[in-house]
């Protein structure tokens, strides 16, 4: 598609907000020096957008005409990373600016694709500002403040696209996605994120092109997952996921339970997780990508492990085999690295053992260095499983009392408490070991 050239539009100091108070001292120093040195320096991206929107940027991007060996020359501080496209990032301290040059072309945003038919291309990779802009996906990220003359440039609209907070892609959207299907997802991120509406034109090919995810990196798919809900913004993000026809090809596992979900358990868990998520991001505490995983395919694993205790496997057996399945079939979409996916195991394992109550074992599971988090994973099931809220309420009080009074409590427990029926799980519904593995099935809810 060859695009028309971009016209510039120029937007005055006294027309926009963007002041250099809110700018970071390291990026304004990046601008300056480049500035000084002869070369055309902007800031870019979700910085201006954010500006322009009196957010505080997450990180601040620099986009310029010098080569990334031009830009090392510049600064001691300087690092060069990426390999087909280089990438400049000038490190201060904690912080680091990345700087890139004007790129031609297409781009898919993870700057590291080195060969093209087997063969390296590295020409014609640099461009002009005109080329760097129509090659960025939404024209709200296509944005260039110059520190030269505190001036907004914007080649693709983007700055009334701000204004009417809309996300429009650059371009034909569906060769936007073809391109880079990761653009649908970054449209559903950005427009819960921002708050914003995804344009009618941009938003149409979604739902027709969201099985082309399975050709994307899984491994570019799991950062997308941590950024989409692990960023203060999980439960509107999902919900545009599920509306936008994206769940299924993207946590397939959460789309097939949900679509079973005929008590609305699931949808609960799910909720309250994501809602918690966003809680605790607000709150500045840590979330982690297991607790988040493990509480997304906690339905896929229950189902799992209830099918393989009918066929009759011993309940460890079936645990193991019931997490590795899961985490291998959600694996071909994201790939969540071992390190968090150890633990998410560890949390699902742990949950069989919160009713037994022997003196032994419950000191046992109190130091298991996955206490915590599995206890906190009880808790989000008891949120909607009501049989559960004693379980948890045990447990809430077995850690608050000292050790001895706990001890003395548990004096003469040496039968397990009695097992819950299993099938009030969410994810187990229509399943139970006497049942077999024969299924409810109902049509699935047509999305909002
Ligand atoms: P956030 O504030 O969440 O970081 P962002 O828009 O800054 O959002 P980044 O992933 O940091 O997102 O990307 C920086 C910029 O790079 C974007 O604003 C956009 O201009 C460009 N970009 C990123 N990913 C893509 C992509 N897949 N296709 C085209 N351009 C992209
Ligand atoms: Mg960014």
Partial sequence: MPPSPPILRVIEREQHPISRKNISKSALRVLYRLNEAGFDAYLVGGAVRDLLLGRQPKDFDVATNATPEEVRQLFRNCRLIGRRFRLAHVVFGPEIIEVATFRAGDDDGSGDREMENGRLVRDNVYGTIEEDAVRRDFTANALYYAVSDFTVRDYVGGFDDVGARVLRLIGDPESRYREDPVRMLRAVRLAAKLDFTIEA?????????????????????????????LAGHAERGFELLERYGLLEHFLPDVATALALDASGLCRQMLVTALRDCDARVAEEKSVTPSFLFAALLWPAYAHDLQVLLSQGHDLAVAEQRAADRVTLRQGSRIAIPRRFSTPMHEIWWLQSRFPQRQRKRVFRLLAHPRFRAAFDFLELRASAVPELREEAQWWAQAQSVPSDTLAAQLVGKTAPARARPASQEPGTEGESPSRGTRRRRRPRKAAE
């Fill in 201 to 229: 034109a941009s938003a149409e090919p979604i739902a027709r092109l969201a099985p082309l995810l399975a050709e994307a990196s899984n491994a570019r798919l799991f950062d997308e997952s941590l950024k989409l809900f």
